[in-house]
């Protein structure tokens, strides 16, 4: 089945850029949505935003000026890249698959989406 | 951005007990309503997808249920290992949105 692996550096310097990569394996790129999601020590999920392997894209508005994800095809990965990080930046950076799950019913072709395959995780620590 | 709001955010209950979470949203999302749960230190599981679908795997003692802003998580006979955090997210639009979190403890 398919699965995914985050990796990147795990200790940044304030005013760094973040750079993530997730690799897909056991599946192809070329199909779904491949989302980035995080979650703060102790706190709950924020979802950063997701890349469809033909490129298009979506940010979260909160994070949109220091966002930038991107797929490479070719090695079946998508990456995230955040700069001008903070403290508050401080979290562990998931990776999904944003699936599309079920036919919405009477509506052929549309469907329900979730994120149905989830990386492990990969802390991130913003400190100087 | 659409609001998700749970509630309540903890909840203490015993093995065998039968425990409802509510999530509601800031505005119509349809069916368009996600249950995820997450164990300490480890990523979140799909468990229901549009409201009140069980994805695979999952056992039937979780369902879901409800439609528009109001939605429910149910579960009919807690085991030892649903213990843990549960998350509700929309995915009618974007940016998606999650939840709180609402914190399932043993009493």
């Known amino acids: 089945q398919v699965q995914l692996q985050e990796s990147g550096p795990g200790l940044l310097r304030p005013s760094e850029t973040l750079s993530l990569s997730c690799t897909v394996s056991?599946?192809?790129?070329?199909?779904?949505?491949w989302s980035w999601i995080r979650q703060p020590p102790g706190k709950g999920l924020e979802w950063i935003g997701y890349?469809?392997?033909?490129?298009?894209?979506s940010y979260n508005p909160s994070l949109k000026s220091r966002v930038t994800i991107s797929v490479d095809t070719s090695k079946n990965q998508f990456s995230l890249k955040l700069s001008s990080l903070t403290a508050a930046d401080t979290a562990v950076y998931y990776c999904?698959?944003?699936?599309?799950?079920?036919?919405?019913?009477?509506?052929?072709?549309?469907?329900?989406?979730?994120?149905?395959?989830w990386g492990q995780g990969t802390t991130v620590t913003v400190s100087s | 951005d659409i609001q998700m709001t749970q509630s309540p955010s903890s909840l203490s209950a015993s093995v065998g007990d039968r425990v409802t979470i509510t999530c509601r949203a800031s505005?119509?999302?349809?069916?368009?309503l996600n249950w995820y749960q997450q164990k300490p230190g480890k990523a979140p599981n799909l468990l229901i997808y549009?409201?009140?679908n069980l994805q695979n795997g999952v056992p039937s003692r979780f369902s879901g249920s409800g439609s528009g802003t109001d939605f429910t998580l149910t579960i009919s006979s807690l085991q030892p290992e649903d213990f843990a955090t549960y998350y509700c997210?929309?995915?009618?639009?974007?940016?998606?949105?999650f939840g709180q979190g609402t914190k399932l403890e043993i009493k």
């Open positions: 997210q929309q995915s009618y639009n974007t940016p998606r949105t």
């Open positions: 505005r119509g999302i349809s069916s368009f």
């Open positions: 056991g599946g192809s790129i070329s199909s779904h949505y």
């Open positions: 999904g698959r944003e699936g599309n799950i079920a036919e919405r019913p009477g509506q052929a072709g549309y469907y329900y989406y979730a994120l149905d395959v």
């Open positions: 549009a409201a009140a």
């Open positions: 890349i469809y392997y033909t490129g298009s894209i």
